[in-house]
């Protein structure tokens, strides 16, 4: 019977022996492998914790001690030994989350999967259990990838502030977070691998100088008072103790006896401790140690034995845009990319293989990514910042003050806008359009195809006195969308077919081809519609106005929170222009939306042609004076 069938909770694992767990740790991967390969996820990172997470529930009684994992893409083993082993629909709609999630269980704390926020988390929760006297500990697991992150050093400075305050750190070392880790903190880590050890030298030097006679004791007391030096000199963990954190590593992140033994002694030294742990990502399944750039860090579904991929889905945004970073990078030198620890997910590997110099990679720190981008712009030449259109969020203080403000020609491309599905409710990209809106000066694009994605890339590095942004969809992208006229700067994508059209159609980005379906089914049931595409959603073009005169209606479609997105901004517009008509305005709901396919989720917000089409039916059946027949009739009835 496998071991890991036995495993209903963490506290199963207390009775197994060494052997066992060993054993239990090569089922654990065989199981990820197997599953994973067929749903999708994130395989190379749970590869290289699995012993790590053995021995933290080994040690540390869950839910009680509170295991946070920062971003937590590696918390599948995690889920393993808490319950829940039924990964057939990971990452679908009513299966696991890809991520801790708190309505699975009680194990979950935090699932936002943004990274370097689990130190703040942990320095809160231990301040709660101090105050309320539980004697509850807390782990925080953070990888030296996340260490990157401004947020967790800030935690640090707060953490070391209270000595006697319960709190283990572990610090996950696989020397990447997607791809290999860069930047000062990672040489200082990779000093740390590679040292031997201050206590290792330290024990042998007693052992020769004790052998020493006369002076040899005397000699070893010295050099005993004078560790903190020799320390630094050896193996410079003195940056952690000079914050005031008592350091332990570095630690085989494969040896769980060793791994226990370390955590036993932070969990009982009663103040804040680091447990360095070194780590292979992807270990156990040579395809992912095979792949050189991020180790299997997120797969689709694969042949479990070979690591390929069962299909090919075309080409997608990201390619497309990197394609054309290259081509814009061999025209003009004075073009360059800056990624937040992402190279090759936001497609810059390819520039970066061809011109090494101009990339930038700052770690998981989109806030100083989008200052130093300022600074760059100030110095001659035109940043383009390639990040998920979910994590902007999180530098839009700097967006605002350091670019916008001083007017620095900055191109922001936000990839993975809009719905993405199945990484769930913090990597929808459903607030860029909103929260961007209020920045002065700032231009924001939203290509509808692959075409559009190229030649509104051109366009926004053209800008030197504002901050740019061009935003596209996740997955593959669609065939062309070719426009019909123009007016003003704006893409006709249909014509109307009469000079009093009903209804103007603002189609947003990649739901042109959803937006020309519900034309069509409004075409049956008698409605006019002009289809147009802005391109450049902000500002609004000085045309919307004029055009939305000439028809009774204006409908909006974006991927975007319908709270201070697109559609309101064109209402607003309309107001300006002292335009008293109907406007409906169709988006995202403001809420955190459950992990599905994108579909799935369209559907469950009714961003459908169907669902649109019968309201929009409703509205322009009102304004003649009542329904012939119910919306909902006339629309389905015209898709029959």
């Not at 914790?49 to 295991?67: G, M, W, Y």
Request: hydrophobic content about 40%; glycine content about 10%; charged content about 25%.
């Amino acid at each position: 019977m496998p071991l890991l069938t036995r495993i209903r909770g963490p506290r199963d694992l207390d009775r197994l022996t060494l052997e066992e767990l060993d054993r239990l740790a090569e089922e654990i991967r065989t199981f990820l492998v197997e599953a994973v390969s067929k749903t999708g996820g994130h395989l190379g990172p749970n590869l290289g914790v699995v012993e790590l997470t053995l021995a933290l529930h080994r040690v540390f009684e869950s839910p009680r001690d509170k295991v946070l994992w920062d971003t937590g893409h590696q918390s599948y083993v995690h889920k393993l030994l808490t319950g829940r082993q039924d990964f057939s629909r990971l990452k679908m709609k009513g299966g696991l989350s890809g991520y801790p999630s708190q309505a699975e269980s009680d194990h979950d704390v935090i699932e936002n999967s943004h990274a370097s926020t689990v130190l703040g988390w942990a320095d809160g929760l231990a301040k709660a259990n101090q105050l309320r006297k539980t004697g509850d500990h807390v782990v925080a697991v953070i990888g030296d990838g996340a260490l990157t992150g401004g947020m967790a050093w800030e935690a640090l400075n707060n953490i070391a502030d209270a000595r006697d305050r319960p709190l283990v750190i572990v610090v996950n070392d696989n020397e990447r977070s997607y791809a290999p880790t860069i930047g000062g903190l990672a040489s200082h880590l990779a000093t740390l691998r590679t040292t031997d050890g201050y206590e290792r030298f330290l024990a042998r030097t007693k052992e020769v100088l004790e052998r020493t006679p006369v002076v040899g004791r005397p000699l070893y007391d010295t050099l005993h008072g004078a560790k903190k030096g020799l320390k630094d000199f050896i193996a410079p963990q003195g940056m952690f103790e000079d914050l005031g954190l008592k350091y332990v590593g570095p630690i085989d992140g494969h040896d769980i006896e060793a791994l226990e033994s370390a955590l036993t002694r932070a969990k009982g030294f009663g103040g804040p401790v680091i447990v360095h742990c070194l780590t292979e990502k992807g270990r156990g399944y040579q395809p992912a140690l095979a792949d050189e750039a991020d180790r299997f860090h997120a797969v689709g579904k694969i042949h479990p034995d070979t690591g390929l991929p069962i299909a090919s889905s075309g080409a997608d945004w990201t390619s497309v845009f990197g394609e054309e970073m290259v081509k814009l990078g061999e025209e003009r030198e004075d073009v360059v990319a800056i990624t937040a620890a992402m190279l090759q997910p936001v497609g810059l590997d390819r520039f970066a293989k061809r011109f090494p110099d101009r990339v930038y990679d700052v770690g998981i720190a989109e806030q100083h990514g989008a200052v130093s981008a300022a600074g760059l712009a100030h110095g001659g030449v035109h940043p383009v910042f390639a990040v998920y259109a979910t994590f902007l969020n999180r530098a839009f203080d700097q967006v605002l003050m350091d670019v916008a403000l001083h007017k620095c020609g900055v191109t922001f491309v936000l990839d993975r806008a809009g719905i993405t599905g199945t990484d769930g409710a913090s990597h929808n990209g459903m607030w860029d359009m909103s929260i961007l809106q209020v920045v002065p000066g700032l231009r924001l694009a939203a290509p509808r195809d692959a075409d559009q994605v190229r030649a509104q890339l051109r366009e926004a590095v053209e800008v030197t006195d504002a901050p740019t942004v061009v935003r596209f969809s996740k997955g593959a992208v669609g065939p062309a969308v070719p426009a019909v006229g123009r007016v003003g700067g704006m893409d006709v994508l249909r014509e109307p077919g009469t000079d009093t059209p009903d209804v103007l159609l603002v189609s947003v980005g990649a739901l042109a081809p959803m937006c020309l379906e519900i034309a069509g089914l409004l075409e049956k049931q008698g409605i006019s519609t002009t289809v147009v595409d802005p391109r450049w959603v902000k500002p609004v073009d000085e045309a919307m106005a004029p055009l939305a005169d000439k028809h009774r209606v204006v409908v909006t479609v974006e991927d975007n929170s319908r709270v201070g997105g697109v559609g309101s901004t064109i209402a607003q517009t309309l107001r300006d222009a002292d335009l008293d008509m109907p406007l409906r305005d169709f988006g995202i709901p403001p809420r955190f939306l459950d992990h599905a396919s994108r579909a799935e989720v369209m559907a469950e917000v009714g961003l459908t042609a169907p669902d649109i089409a019968r309201q929009v039916t409703g509205l322009v059946s009102k304004l003649d004076g009542g329904y012939a027949r119910s919306a909902a009739d006339s629309v389905e009835s015209a898709r029959d």
